[in-house]
């Protein structure tokens, strides 16, 4: 099945988003060669429609077209500054009552239904292109926020020219950026026990989790929580730093392309990671040192039990052996302090593990 999403939002301010239970409006369809058959997937290409009513989308088993995702996104510049509203930002603000609204500061794409997902399944969403929409990037900071509020009692934005055909960023006079475009913002459904849940604080169902490794190329994993999981995407970067410190990135406007995959025979309370170089454990807490230790207890749970599972040949550890290769040769690292609850990863080379060795 083909849909295109076309949501272009020029300078709209950081608004709550509207989430809502029904998927984009199907438009046309186009059959692909299928993928393994051990695999349930499905690929999509999305068109959002503001005006017209949504729904549901058809199970195409054998069909996994991949995901096209217009997702610009809103750059998070303080409130006070006045800008003007494309139609789009227009109807959020006229057209839906406050209450439908938020709670949370990002404009995200979404929700899209996966048909076969269902609570239990995990989620497989293969992140395989990302394209970074306009020449530039905004950062900007305000009171009482980042991560040093009684330092910076004051709002700063700052504009960043991006060189798409380099790939860096002009931050300043000899101070040039180099670009990693990814989504900060890609979950779905919280448990339904969650209620409305706000779109900032990272948690197991994904969302903000702002993490600069999750870029085209990256594999992210996610327990389903409700049925057709319900994805979304947003807040989009053209590159950050470790812990996003002042509370923005490099804010500007993306387009992605996903396919989805649900496995019904795994099992996953908290969202992981691959990069064609690392698996990645994520911990989320209002306290850093609690998700330092969820990350690393994620990563000992992923090297211990799930991956030989998942894996055929790779090398089963025990737990002791787990913890000790995490102190030995892995990375853990903070992923932001600023979204309410802090965000901690752990990085695992796959380059550790010798092809077909299997000892235990």
């Given at each position: 099945m083909i849909y295109k999403?076309?949501?272009r939002q020029p300078n709209p301010p950081r608004h709550p988003v509207r989430r809502t239970p029904n998927p984009p409006r199907r438009r046309t369809a186009a059959a692909h060669p299928p993928r393994h058959s051990h695999h349930r997937s499905l690929g999509l290409l999305l068109r959002q429609s503001h005006s017209r009513p949504h729904h549901p989308l058809r199970r195409h088993r054998h069909h996994p077209n991949p995901l096209h995702l217009r997702l610009p996104r809103a750059p998070k510049i303080p409130r006070h500054r006045p800008l003007r509203h494309s139609p789009y930002v227009e109807d959020i603000y006229k057209n839906y009552p406050a209450s439908e609204k938020g709670p949370g500061g990002h404009i995200l794409t979404g929700p899209v239904a996966i048909t076969e997902a269902e609570p239990g399944d995990v989620l497989e969403v293969r992140i395989q292109k990302i394209s970074i929409d306009v020449p530039w990037a905004c950062n900007g900071f305000g009171p009482g926020r980042g991560f040093l509020p009684n330092d910076f009692p004051y709002s700063r934005t700052r504009i960043i020219p991006l060189d798409r055909e380099k790939m860096i960023g002009h931050f300043a006079p000899g101070i040039d950026i180099p670009l990693h475009p990814f989504f900060g913002s890609m979950g779905i459904a919280p448990p339904e026990s969650a209620g409305k849940y706000n779109s900032a604080p990272?948690?197991?169902h994904a969302g903000n989790i702002d993490n600069k490794e999750m870029v085209a190329g990256t594999t992210l994993y996610i327990p389903?929580?409700?049925k057709g999981a319900l994805f979304e995407a947003g807040d989009g970067h053209a590159g950050q730093g470790n812990?996003?410190?002042?509370?923005?990135?490099?804010?500007t406007q993306l387009t992605g392309t996903f396919q989805f995959i649900v496995h019904k025979d795994q099992h996953l309370l908290w969202p992981r990671g691959e990069t064609p170089t690392a698996y990645i454990a994520m911990g989320f807490d209002e306290d850093l040192k609690t998700a330092t230790e969820m990350a690393v207890r994620n990563m000992i749970t992923f090297l211990s039990?799930?991956?030989?599972?998942?894996?055929p040949g790779h090398p089963r550890l025990t737990r002791d052996e787990a913890y000790a290769l995490i102190s030995t040769a892995c990375d853990v690292d903070i992923t932001q302090l600023v979204?309410?609850?802090?965000g901690?990863?752990?990085?695992?080379?796959r380059k550790l593990f010798i092809e077909g060795s299997n000892n235990h």
């Open positions: 999403i076309h949501a990272p948690w197991m389903v929580n409700a812990g996003e410190v002042d509370i923005t990135a490099l804010e039990e799930e991956i030989p599972d998942q894996i979204d309410t609850k802090s901690v990863h752990v990085l695992c080379p």
